[in-house]
Structures are given as C-alpha cells and as structure tokens.
C-alpha cells in the first residue's frame, strides 16, 4: 500500500465512523412498542409503564416481553436459539427486536421520531 491509499483509507474511516455518532445522537426516545405477530399489529404497548406481557407467536411459540424503566425487552422465549432473548433492550423510535421462529417483531414507536432516517422503512 502507497502513503496515499493510507490517507484515503483513513479519510473514509473518518467519515464512516462521523456519520455512524451523528445518526446515533439523533435517534429520540419512543413513547410506545407495537408488537406485531406474523407480519400483523398484535398490540401496542407504552413505555412508561412498567409490566410484563406473554405473546402468542405463530406456530404455538410464546415470547415475554418486559417493559421496564421505559425500555422493552425479550427475557424469554420458546424458540430453540433465543436470539431474540439475547438483543439488547431497545427504547429508541425505530429500533427492534425480532425472533425469526415465532415471527415476532418489537418495534419502538414515538412521536416525535427523529427526522433522519438512517435506515429506510
């Protein structure tokens, strides 16, 4: 590699990483999760009460969800690799949890959902 390949390489690291702490900043706190079964709304949740909900996925496969301290967060599932158990909590419009086998999907919703969109919906 040539001293300006490294420059360049370097420059575009540079962006990459500004435009990821940008978009990152910008995300605004949501004020409900839907959760939507088998590509249907099932229910809609709000953040600012704590509680803890049994869903019905597709297929007979159950996932709980707890909503605490105004994040939402899959603690269980029937499914045999609990990825969804594993993802981070989420509080942010846009976000979610998914687990592919029961098809369920969290998504954080808000009103005042942030005007960028990084990812399209």
């Known amino acids: 590699m040539k001293k300006n390949d490294l420059i360049l390489a370097g420059v575009i690291l540079t962006i990459a990483i500004g435009a990821l702490i940008f978009v990152n900043l910008n995300k605004k706190e949501g004020n409900t999760v839907i959760v939507k079964v088998d590509g249907e709304v099932y229910k809609e949740f709000p953040l600012d009460v704590d509680a803890t ?54 998504e954080i919703n808000g009103e005042n959902q942030s005007e960028l969109d990084a990812i399209a919906n």
Do not use: H, R, W
Request: glycine share 10%.
């Open 53 to 106: 909900y049994e869903i019905k996925g597709a297929n007979g496969g159950t996932n709980l969800l707890v909503i605490k301290d105004g994040y939402a967060d899959i603690t269980e599932a029937s499914c045999p690799d609990e990825v969804c158990v594993v993802q981070p909590k989420i509080n942010k419009s846009g976000e979610t949890i998914v687990c592919l086998p029961n098809k369920v999907i969290l």
